[in-house]
Nanobody, 124 residues
Framework: VQLQASGGGLVQAGGSLRLSCAAS????????MGWFRQAPGKEREFVSA????????DYADSVKGRFTISRDNAKNTVYLQMNSLKSEDTAVYYC??????????????????WGQGTQVTVSS
């Protein structure tokens, strides 16, 4: 699976962005999808994940209530709607695809395929 993330940019604190991740190469609908992020000088961290069907989603505590993950299997695309952005959300955001283990894929090792990342910068 090849993943192409897009939608990053510069936004003021309190604003919104929607990230997209387009998949190609293999049947998209069988994979759990996740978003991770890496801020400067920090390790990459889990942000959100969604099951293959879109029926369940999981969020890091730091983004719960502000971010929403969704997917459109007909378009082979997963989205991350980010609202009420904070300066601490500044990071490179990565999308990833992996087997759906049914318990929520929060760990990097659970993903087999990664996108190239898209920069999100939130100014305060």
């Amino acid at each position: 699976v090849q993943l192409q993330a897009s939608g990053g940019g510069l936004v003021q604190a309190g604003g919104s962005l929607r990230l997209s991740c387009a998949a190609s190469g293999r049947p998209f609908g069988s994979y759990a999808m996740g978003w991770f992020r890496q801020a400067p000088g920090k390790e990459r961290e889990f942000v959100s994940a969604i099951s293959w069907s879109g029926g369940s989603a999981d969020y890091a505590d730091s983004v719960k209530g502000r971010f929403t993950i969704s997917r459109d299997n007909a378009k082979n695309t997963v989205y991350l709607q980010m609202n009420s952005l904070k300066s601490e959300d500044t990071a490179v955001y990565y999308c990833a695809a992996g087997p759906d283990y049914g318990l929520g894929n929060r760990e990097e090792y659970e993903y087999d395929f990664w996108g190239q990342g898209t920069q999100v910068t939130v100014s305060s």
